[in-house]
């Protein structure tokens, strides 16, 4: 691949060029709208936070010249630092195996890279036989006037071959493809599936010997940790990114937002938000406005999505019934914790259903109240 105003042009006609890529060529009016800017994060012990320098070209320093700060937790109104971002920077690694001494980590890949060599290998020694075999080479004995024309008119459908020699003849070398090709593939494709983690049950495949559910269930579970260790570290780092987020919106976000609750727990902070057409999801819930500076210091982000993968998902499920049916979850809580389509909409069913549920069992409490004082 070579760009069209590329000032040397490509002589290779039909190879891709994939080791190195182009590169594009900025029309002039955009690289002089354009500068380069340097960034480097330096941890200030005196101040026990980082400090950040912004630098363009080799002598115009736009940020550390004048006064040295993060610039990530740093409010130029305020002029002061905000103390959930103090001490923190906005990069966030994102590693699963990580190495000391070295930033991206062990790969995943190198557990099976040589196993993969090991199957295109086979895989085209196999395909080579077998084109043999539907092509094999062709001998020619005792001949005389034998060459390449005489072979391409023999091969074609109809085409025939004659010498002046009576010891001529033609022999065909097809060779023989081994019993146990087949099998040594399927071999290694056995180590690869089990190096991966990928035992016939993961993948959804039948294997010898279960017989029940509940053993498939069980060679799910003992086949699983490999990859929810894997979940659990993503998930961790995930959060702590999720967490700088929430940390910049405490900060920096001051927009107004409300939930809705109920009213007896709404106490001083209820809200009268003047629009008609804003209705509560179920009756007995009032607005109330916050914003994320409100939030208690305490709150923390997690992720907790692995249990909605097919390998745990029916023992996460099983799991908070159990919790339901022992009265230590809530419907609510069964509906936040499950992966169910639209939970907004079925939490406020539930709340809308218990409301009217309680004025029904008021009502019959009225009614017997009544009856009571007749008699």
Wanted: hydrophobic letters at 35%; glycine letters at 8%; aromatic letters at 8%.
């Amino acid at each position: 691949f070579q760009p069209a105003n590329s000032g040397s042009p490509n002589n290779t006609r039909g190879v891709v060029d994939w080791m190195s890529s182009p590169k594009p060529d900025l029309d002039p009016k955009l690289q002089g709208s354009m500068l380069e800017l340097d960034e480097l994060w330096v941890w200030n012990d005196k101040k026990q936070n980082w400090s950040t320098f912004q630098l363009i070209g080799d002598d115009m320093l736009i940020f550390g010249k004048y006064q040295i700060a993060n610039a990530f937790s740093y409010n130029p109104e305020s002029q002061t630092d905000a103390d959930c971002l103090k001490g923190h920077h906005p990069f966030n690694e994102f590693c699963v195996n990580p190495v000391e001494g070295y930033f991206w980590g062990r790969s995943e890949i190198a557990n099976i890279a040589l196993l993969q060599e090991a199957i295109n290998a086979r895989i085209n020694g196999t395909n080579r036989l077998l084109r043999k075999q539907e092509d094999p080479p062709t001998k020619f004995v005792g001949g005389t006037g034998v060459n390449q024309l005489a072979l391409s008119r023999f091969n074609k459908p109809g085409g025939y071959w004659v010498d002046s020699s009576p010891n001529a003849k033609i022999d065909r070398d097809a060779p023989q493809i081994p019993a146990d090709l087949w099998g040594s593939l399927h071999e290694y494709e056995r180590m690869f599936d089990e190096m991966g983690g990928l035992p016939p049950t993961a993948r959804g495949y039948g294997e010898a010997g279960v017989r029940s559910q509940a053993h498939a269930e069980t060679l799910i579970r003992m086949f699983s940790p490999r990859f929810k260790d894997r979940a659990l570290l993503v998930e961790r780092q995930v959060a702590g990114l999720g967490g700088i987020m929430l940390d910049l919106a405490r900060a920096h976000v001051d927009r107004k937002l409300f939930a809705w609750v109920p009213e007896k727990q709404a106490g001083a902070e209820k809200s009268v938000i003047d629009n008609p057409l804003l209705l509560p999801p179920a009756p007995g819930l009032v607005p109330v406005q916050f914003a994320f500076a409100d939030l208690d210091d305490e709150v923390t982000l997690s992720v907790d999505s692995h249990s909605s993968s097919p390998a745990f998902s029916q023992e996460a499920n099983q799991q908070n019934l159990t919790l339901v049916k022992l009265g230590a979850m809530s419907p609510e809580d069964y509906v936040e914790h499950s992966d169910s389509p639209d939970p907004e909409e079925l939490t406020a069913g539930i709340q809308r259903r218990a409301h009217a549920q309680a004025e029904q069992q008021a009502k019959v409490l009225a009614i017997k109240a009544q009856t009571h004082a007749k008699k």
